[in-house]
C-alpha cells in the first residue's frame, strides 16, 4: 500500500482520483496490486449534466490510508485533494470479533463521514477459505455477517454500499466473478462521485463567475477556482474538456482587457498594469510552471506572466491531443495580441523588451514543436511554423536596428547600454535549456552581442523564411522577406545584393496594383542602380518614377532630367539606350480619316495619334516613327459583289489605359493581356455546308504566359528591353521634331496607300538624343486597307416589285473602280423584243464620289438600233460612282408563235421568257436577262430583272338551255390600283359568230386583290361552232394617269364542245290519293332525257354504234343520288338509258323516292354520263403491269346490256369508280368505261327546283328543313 502522509504534488499527468481506505490495511495491502491494475481495464460511460455529450472514460485511483485530515474542509474548493470514495475493507467472519472490534472501527469511520458530509463510501467483506477454517467453530454464514453491517450501517437508500469479494486470491470462476462484481461496483460509486461533485464545483464556479461584477471580484482567484476544474478534467484524461476551461478563461481575461480600452476599468486590473521588469519568453518544457502559477495566486504577476502561464498550459494540453500545428497557430495570434494588450492597459515597457520577448517566445514555440514531430512532419508541414520564424526573423532585425548592429559604423555606447539593459531583463538561464546548445537564450544572447554574429543569425533566420515561404507557395510573403533583407544590405552598402530582393519584390507589387509600395521599391531600385552604374536600368527606372503620379513635381522633375542629361550627351553617337515606351508616354487613341480605315490605291489617309505623355515637363523629340507591315495576299484586288462587301477596320481605336500611380502598365500586367478571338469554320469540300464552328485564340503565348516568373520585354518590370532595330523604309509613318507636353498631344501622320494590300501597325519609336522610347507591340491591332476594285455594273429595280406590262424605271449603278471611265465610252444593252428599252430624252447620270459626295451631273446619249441600244457614259474618275435610270417596259407573254434562232449581242441564244410561280408572292414571275457589253472588259455581262405579272385571270362557259354565256374572271394581285378600259371578247374563226357584251360600264377601277367579272352572249346564225378560239383584251393604267398611259393586257382561251346536247326535266309525283309529298311515303320521280340536236360527225364516229337491225343510238349512264341526305332513293338509283341518235329523241326513267325530312326539299341530283363500250379506241396507254378481274367485266356487261337492276354494281362500288377513274382504262384488257360530258352540253331544267313535303303525322313541333 502506497501512504501518502504529505500533501499531494500538482503535476497532473501523475495525479489520480484520490480513493480513501480504512480497516485491515493488511488485507488491502494484499489486494492492492491486483485492484490498482484491473480497475482502469474497462471503460464506463459518463453521463454529464446539461445535455453534454456522454463519454467513455478509464478511471485510476489513487489509494491512500483513510486520516480525518484528508477529509474536506468547509469552505475549501481544492479538487485535486478531494477524496472521491472512502472504502472499508474487513474479512471479519467471527460475530466475537465483529461485534468486539470492527464494528467499533468502522462505526468511528462512518460517524467522520457523516460529520463531513461524505455520502461517497463502501464497505467490502473479503471471505476466504483460510478464514474459514481458522474460526470454524464460531463463524457465522456470509449472509449473517453482511446482514448485520447492512443493519447497522445501511438503510434502504444506500443498501447497495456493502460488497462481498470471495477468494480474490484464487484462480477460479467464482473469484473471477465476484473480482468483476466488485470493479464495476467502484466504477461506478466512483463516477456517481465524480458527477455529484463536479456537479456541485461547477456550481459554485458559475456562481463565482456571474459576481464578477461586483466589487473586490479578482480575476486571479477565479482564475485558480477554474484551472482546478482543469486538473481534474487532465487527471480523468479528458484534455478537450480541460482545454475548454482554459480557452474561456483566455477570452475571459481578453474581453476585460478590451473593455478595458474602451474605458470600462475594473480594479483587479490593476495589478496587470506594473511596469514589466522580466521579458524571458514562453516556457514550455514544464508541463505547469509553478513560479508563475504561484505569482497568479499571490496576485503579483504581471501580464506577460498570465500569458505566459495560460499558453503553456493551453500547449501541454494541445500536444496531449496530437494537434501540435494549432499551438503555432496560437502561438502566433499570442504574439500579436500581448503586443496589443499592452498598449491597451498602458503598461510601461524597456523599448526593445518586447522584441525580445517576441523572439525568444518564437523561438521556444518551435522547439518545443521540434521535440514532438520528426524532421519529416516539419518539412511537410511548414506553412504552419514559416509565420514564428518570419515574426522571429522581424523582431531580431528590429533588435539589430535598435542595438546599432545594423549600421556601417557599429554600435555607439549609448546602444552598448542599451543591449545590456535588454539582456538584464533575460535573467538566467532556466535549468531545462542550460545543457542545449541551440536554445532561444543562448541565441539572443549571442546575436546581440557582435555585428557578426547579429548577421549570421539574422541571415540564418531570413534565408529559413524564405525557403520555407516558397515552398509552400507563398511568394508575397518571401519577397516580402527578401525587401527587408534589402534594406538590411543597403544599410550594410551591399546594392548589388539588394537589388535582386527589391526586383522580386517588386514584381509582387506590380502584378497586385499595390501602387504606394511600387513606388516606394522603384525609389530603392533606383539608388541601387545608380551606385552599380546600370545606367540603362537606371534611365527606365528613372522614366518610371518620372511619371508616377505618387511623388511630388519636384521628384519627378528630378527623375525626368536625370535621362534629359543622359539624352543630351553626345559624346557616343553609336550607343543609344532603349527604353519602354510605356514609361515615356501612353498611346491612348488612334483615328483614321477617313474613318472607314479602308481607301482605293493612291488615295489619302491619315492617321491621327493621341500620345499622353507621362512626363513632369515638355520634351522634344527630334523623331516619331510608326513602323508597319504590309500584307499584300490580303489585298483587295478583285471586283467584290454587293452582297459580299468588304471587311471594314475601325476607323477610330481607344487603347485601355492603366492607373497613373501603379505605373503606365500594373492594370494590364494585374489583369493580363485580353483575348484576341477569330472565328473558325469548318466546311465540307463536297456541298460547302457547315460541318463545325469555334473560335480560336490568336494571342495564346501572351495569355497563357506565367506572370509571377517573368515579364513582357515591354513591360517596365524588366530593366530594360532588347534593342530593336529601326528600319528607315518607305512602309513608315514618321513625323520630325515633336514636343510632348504633360498630357494629351495630337500628332498626325500620312499613311502610304501606293500599293493594295494590308497595312498593319506594329511599332512605335520616339527618338530622344541618345534615348530611344519603343512600344513593340501596338495592341489592340490596328489597320487599314488599300484596295484595287474591278468596275461594277449593277442593275436593279427603282422601286419593287417590276411589274409586267407598264413602264418601269430600272437603276444601273456603276462602281468605276480602278477604270477611269472616258469620254466615248459607251454600254451596249442587246435588244429584245420581250423588254424593249423606252425612249427618254431627259435621262442624266450623277457622279458621286466614294465618300457619297455629289461631283457632278451629265446628260446620257442613248442611241437604239434594231438589236442594240448604246449608251454614251460621261467621263468619270476612278473609285467614283456613276448612277442613272432607265425606262423599260415588259411585255406580258399572250402565247403568240415564238420567232426560231433569236440570239444575244454575245452570240448566245436567247430563251424566251417563261412565267412561273414565285414563293414569295402570289403573283406570276417572269425572268428576263439582258446582255451588256462593257468598255473596261472584253466579256458581256448578263443580267436579270425578275417582273411580275399583275393580273390573274380565268374563263367559263355558262348555259341556259341553248343559249350560251362566256364568263371572264381578271383577277388584280398585285398592291396597285388598276384602271381598265375598253374591255373586249373576240373570236377569231368563226365571223357569223357574235358575242354580245353585257357589261355595262365601259371604265372600271380593279383595286388591289380584287376580281372582275365580264360576261358575254353567244350568238350565232345556223349552228354553234364545235371550238371557240377566243381573245380577251383589255387596257390598263395606274389611276390618275392620262388615257394615253393605257396598256394593253391580252389573254387567249379556247372553248370546245360547247353545244346543249341534251336537256334534263324532273317531275316528282306524290303517292296514290294524296295532293301533296310526305314525309315517309314512297314517291315517284320520273326523269326526262330528251336530245336536243343532231349528232356531229365526230361525235357519230366515236359514241355510237352501228346495229344490223335497228337506227344508230347512243348509251347514256345515269345516276340519282342525294348528297344531303335528304331524300333516300329505294330501289335502282342508276342505269343505262340507249338514246336515239335523232334530234327530239327522248327517255323516261321512274325512280322511287322516300323524303326523310318535311319542308321544301331540293330535287334530288340527277347525273348523265357518257357509255363508251370496250370497243372504243382508248385515249391512254394501257398499263402492262395492271391486272383485272375477269368476273368484274362480265358482270358490268351483262348488267349493262339487260338494263337490269344495278344493285350487284352497287354493291362492288359506285357507278363512278367503275368508269370514271383512269384505273379502268390503263388496265392491260380494253374495258367500258364513262365519261362525263363537258360544261355546257347537258342542262338539266330541275337543277334548282323544290317540291313540297308534309309531315307523317300533324305533330305539334314541325321540322323544316331549309336550304
Not at 5 to 31: H, R
Not at 982 to 1006: D, I, R
Not at 1030 to 1059: G, I, M, W
Not at 1181 to 1206: F, H, I, R
Request: aromatic share 8%.
Amino acid at each position: 500500500m502506497e501512504c501518502q502522509e504529505e500533501k499531494p504534488i500538482i503535476y497532473t499527468m501523475e495525479n489520480k482520483p484520490i480513493v480513501t481506505c480504512a480497516g485491515d490495511q493488511a488485507l488491502f495491502t494484499s489486494l492492492y496490486t491486483s485492484l490498482a491494475q484491473q480497475l482502469p481495464r474497462e471503460p464506463m460511460e459518463w453521463r454529464r449534466t446539461y445535455g453534454r455529450a456522454p463519454k467513455m472514460i478509464h478511471l485510476e485511483a489513487n489509494f491512500v490510508q483513510f486520516k480525518e485530515e484528508l477529509l474536506p474542509k468547509e469552505g475549501n474548493k481544492a479538487l485535486l485533494t478531494f477524496p472521491f470514495l472512502h472504502i472499508y475493507w474487513t474479512d471479519c467472519c467471527d460475530t466475537e470479533a465483529y461485534k468486539s472490534t470492527v464494528k467499533e472501527d468502522m462505526t468511528r469511520w462512518h460517524n467522520s463521514l457523516r460529520a463531513h458530509s461524505s455520502a461517497d463510501w463502501v464497505i467490502i467483506v473479503v471471505e476466504t477459505n483460510d478464514t474459514k477454517k481458522k474460526n470454524k467453530t464460531n463463524i457465522l454464514p456470509r449472509s449473517s455477517i453482511m446482514d448485520k453491517i447492512r443493519s447497522d450501517f445501511c438503510n434502504k437508500q444506500n443498501d447497495s454500499r456493502c460488497v462481498v469479494l470471495s477468494d480474490p486470491l484464487k484462480d477460479s470462476s467464482r473469484s473471477q466473478e465476484s473480482w468483476n462484481a466488485l470493479l464495476l461496483k467502484l466504477r461506478t460509486l466512483l463516477l456517481m462521485s465524480f458527477t455529484k461533485n463536479l456537479g456541485r464545483f461547477e456550481d459554485d464556479m458559475r456562481t463565482l463567475r456571474e459576481k464578477r461584477t461586483q466589487p473586490g471580484w479578482s480575476f486571479c482567484e477565479y482564475f485558480m477556482v477554474q484551472e482546478e476544474l482543469a486538473f481534474v478534467f487532465e487527471m480523468l484524461q479528458q484534455f478537450e474538456d480541460a482545454l475548454v476551461q482554459y480557452d474561456e478563461l483566455d477570452a475571459l481575461f481578453t474581453q476585460y482587457v478590451l473593455n478595458f480600452g474602451a474605458g470600462d476599468t475594473a480594479n483587479w486590473l490593476g495589478s496587470f498594469c506594473a511596469p514589466v521588469r522580466s521579458w524571458s519568453g514562453l516556457l514550455l518544457r514544464r508541463p505547469i510552471d509553478m513560479e508563475k502559477r504561484d505569482g497568479i495566486q499571490r496576485g503579483e504577476a504581471s501580464l506577460l506572466d498570465l500569458r505566459s502561464y495560460l499558453f503553456s498550459r493551453q500547449c501541454t494540453l494541445l500536444i496531449f491531443l496530437l494537434r501540435p500545428w494549432e499551438v503555432t497557430q496560437r502561438a502566433l495570434e499570442l504574439l500579436h495580441n500581448c503586443v496589443q494588450e499592452l498598449r491597451l492597459l498602458e503598461v510601461s515597457v524597456l523599448e526593445g523588451a518586447l522584441d525580445c520577448w517576441v523572439f525568444l517566445s518564437c523561438l521556444e514555440v518551435l522547439h518545443r514543436i521540434e521535440g514532438c514531430c520528426d524532421p519529416a512532419q516539419l518539412a511537410a508541414n511548414c506553412s504552419h511554423t514559416v509565420g514564428l520564424w518570419a515574426y522571429a526573423t522581424d523582431k531580431l532585425k528590429s533588435l539589430g536596428e535598435l542595438c546599432g548592429l545594423v549600421s556601417e559604423k557599429g554600435p555607439t555606447s549609448e546602444d552598448l547600454n542599451r543591449t545590456v539593459d535588454l539582456l538584464a531583463g533575460l535573467g538566467d538561464e532556466r535549468p531545462e535549456t542550460v545543457s542545449s546548445l541551440q536554445s532561444p537564450y543562448k541565441k539572443l544572447k549571442e546575436a546581440l552581442s557582435s555585428v557578426e554574429a547579429f548577421e549570421r543569425h539574422y541571415l540564418e533566420l531570413s534565408h529559413a523564411a524564405m525557403e520555407m515561404y516558397r515552398a509552400i507557395g507563398r511568394l508575397r510573403s518571401a519577397r516580402l522577406l527578401g525587401k527587408s533583407l534589402a534594406e538590411f544590405y543597403m544599410r550594410k552598402g551591399d546594392p548589388e545584393q539588394a537589388e535582386t530582393f527589391l526586383q522580386e519584390a517588386l514584381k509582387s507589387y506590380t502584378s497586385e496594383g499595390w501602387s504606394l509600395p511600387v513606388t516606394h521599391t522603384r525609389k530603392q531600385i533606383a539608388e541601387c542602380q545608380k551606385l552599380l552604374g546600370r545606367t540603362e536600368a537606371y534611365l527606365q527606372t528613372s522614366a518610371l518614377l518620372a511619371g508616377d503620379g505618387n511623388l511630388t513635381t519636384e521628384e519627378r522633375k528630378h527623375f525626368c532630367q536625370e535621362i534629359l542629361t543622359f539624352a543630351a550627351k553626345s559624346d557616343d553617337q553609336s550607343h543609344k539606350v532603349t527604353l519602354s515606351m510605356a514609361v515615356f508616354s501612353q498611346l491612348t487613341r488612334l483615328q483614321f480619316r477617313p474613318a472607314t480605315a479602308s481607301v482605293h490605291s493612291g488615295a489619302a489617309l491619315e492617321a491621327e495619334l493621341t500620345l499622353r505623355c507621362l512626363m513632369p515637363v515638355s520634351v522634344r523629340i527630334q523623331q516619331l516613327a510608326v513602323s508597319i507591315h504590309f500584307d499584300l495576299e490580303r489585298a483587295g484586288t478583285n471586283g467584290r459583289s454587293k452582297g459580299a462587301p468588304r471587311q471594314t477596320n475601325p476607323g477610330t481605336v481607344e487603347f485601355s489605359q492603366a492607373h497613373p500611380s501603379a505605373g503606365p502598365a500594373a492594370s494590364l500586367a494585374a489583369a493580363g493581356p485580353p483575348l484576341e478571338l477569330d472565328e473558325i469554320q469548318d466546311r465540307s469540300p463536297s456541298d460547302n455546308s457547315l460541318n463545325s464552328t469555334g473560335v480560336v485564340c490568336k494571342n495564346t503565348h501572351l495569355v497563357m504566359r506565367r506572370h509571377d516568373t517573368g515579364s513582357p520585354p515591354d513591360t517596365p518590370n524588366c530593366v530594360s528591353p532588347p534593342a530593336l532595330a529601326v528600319k528607315d523604309g518607305a512602309q513608315m509613318l514618321k513625323v520630325q521634331d515633336v514636343t510632348l507636353a504633360p498630357g494629351n498631344n495630337s500628332i498626325v501622320f500620312t499613311a502610304p496607300s501606293g500599293q493594295p494590300g494590308t497595312y498593319t501597325l506594329r511599332q512605335l519609336y520616339a527618338t530622344v538624343g541618345q534615348v530611344q522610347f519603343v512600344l513593340p507591340h501596338i495592341y489592340p491591332s490596328v489597320q487599314y486597307e488599300v484596295y484595287s476594285q474591278e468596275p461594277q455594273l449593277t442593275v436593279e429595280p427603282f422601286s419593287e416589285p417590276l411589274l409586267a406590262g407598264l413602264p418601269q424605271t430600272v437603276k444601273f449603278t456603276l462602281l468605276t473602280g480602278h477604270y477611269a471611265v472616258k469620254k466615248g465610252d459607251a454600254l451596249q444593252l442587246s435588244n429584245t423584243d420581250t423588254m424593249p428599252i423606252l425612249p427618254n430624252a431627259g435621262c442624266t447620270a450623277r457622279i458621286t464620289s466614294a465618300a457619297a459626295e455629289l461631283v457632278g451631273e451629265s446628260a446620257l446619249s442613248i442611241q437604239s438600233s434594231e438589236k442594240v441600244t448604246s449608251i454614251s457614259l460621261p467621263a468619270t474618275p476612278p473609285y467614283h460612282t456613276l448612277e442613272f435610270h432607265l425606262e423599260v417596259l415588259c411585255v406580258i407573254p399572250h402565247g403568240p408563235d415564238r420567232p426560231a434562232n433569236e440570239r444575244l449581242t454575245n452570240g448566245e441564244v436567247r430563251h424566251r421568257p417563261r412565267s412561273y410561280s414565285h414563293p414569295d408572292t402570289p403573283m406570276t414571275a417572269i425572268d428576263q436577262r439582258m446582255s451588256i457589253d462593257c468598255p473596261w472588259s472584253i466579256y458581256s455581262t448578263l443580267l436579270a430583272l425578275t417582273f411580275y405579272i399583275p393580273f390573274k385571270t380565268k374563263h367559263s362557259v355558262l348555259s341556259a338551255g341553248n343559249r350560251k354565256y362566256i364568263q371572264v374572271c381578271l383577277q388584280n394581285m398585285s398592291d396597285v390600283n388598276f384602271t381598265l378600259a375598253q374591255v373586249q371578247l373576240t373570236e377569231k374563226q368563226h365571223e357569223s359568230l357574235q358575242l354580245q357584251s353585257l357589261n355595262t360600264k365601259t371604265q372600271q377601277l380593279l383595286c388591289s386583290k380584287h376580281s372582275l367579272f365580264c360576261l358575254w352572249e353567244v350568238r350565232w346564225k345556223d349552228d354553234l361552232p364545235s371550238c371557240l378560239q377566243c381573245v380577251f383584251s383589255a387596257n390598263f393604267s395606274p389611276p390618275k394617269q392620262d388615257a394615253s398611259a393605257l396598256e394593253p393586257f391580252h389573254y387567249q382561251f379556247q372553248l370546245e364542245r360547247v353545244t346543249t346536247l341534251y336537256s334534263v326535266r324532273a317531275e316528282i309525283l306524290p303517292p296514290a290519293g294524296e295532293q301533296h309529298c310526305r314525309c315517309g311515303l314512297l314517291s315517284g320521280l320520273e326523269v326526262c332525257i330528251t336530245r336536243l340536236t343532231e349528232p356531229a360527225e365526230g361525235e357519230a364516229a366515236e359514241d355510237s354504234k352501228t346495229e344490223t337491225d335497228g337506227p344508230k343510238s347512243t348509251k347514256l349512264m345515269y345516276e340519282v343520288a342525294d348528297s344531303s341526305s335528304n331524300w333516300a332513293v329505294c330501289g335502282r338509283s342508276s342505269g343505262m338509258v340507249s338514246m336515239p341518235m335523232a334530234a327530239d329523241a327522248a327517255h323516261k326513267v321512274r325512280i322511287e323516292v322516300m323524303p326523310l325530312f318535311a319542308g321544301h326539299l331540293p330535287f334530288p341530283k340527277i347525273k348523265v354520263l357518257k357509255y363508251l363500250p370496250h370497243t372504243a379506241p382508248v385515249a391512254i396507254q394501257p398499263d402492262p403491269d395492271s391486272c383485272v378481274e375477269n368476273d368484274s367485266l362480265s358482270l358490268l356487261d351483262k348488267a349493262l346490256d339487260d338494263q337490269g337492276d344495278t344493285a350487284s354494281i352497287r354493291s362492288r362500288g359506285s357507278v363512278h369508280s367503275v368508269g370514271s377513274g383512269d384505273q379502268q382504262q390503263q388496265r392491260g384488257v380494253a374495258m367500258p368505261r364513262l365519261e362525263p360530258f363537258d360544261a355546257g352540253q347537258v342542262f338539266n331544267h330541275s337543277h334548282t327546283q323544290q317540291v313540297l313535303v308534309l309531315p307523317a303525322t300533324d305533330d305539334h313541333i314541325m321540322e323544316v328543313n331549309a336550304t
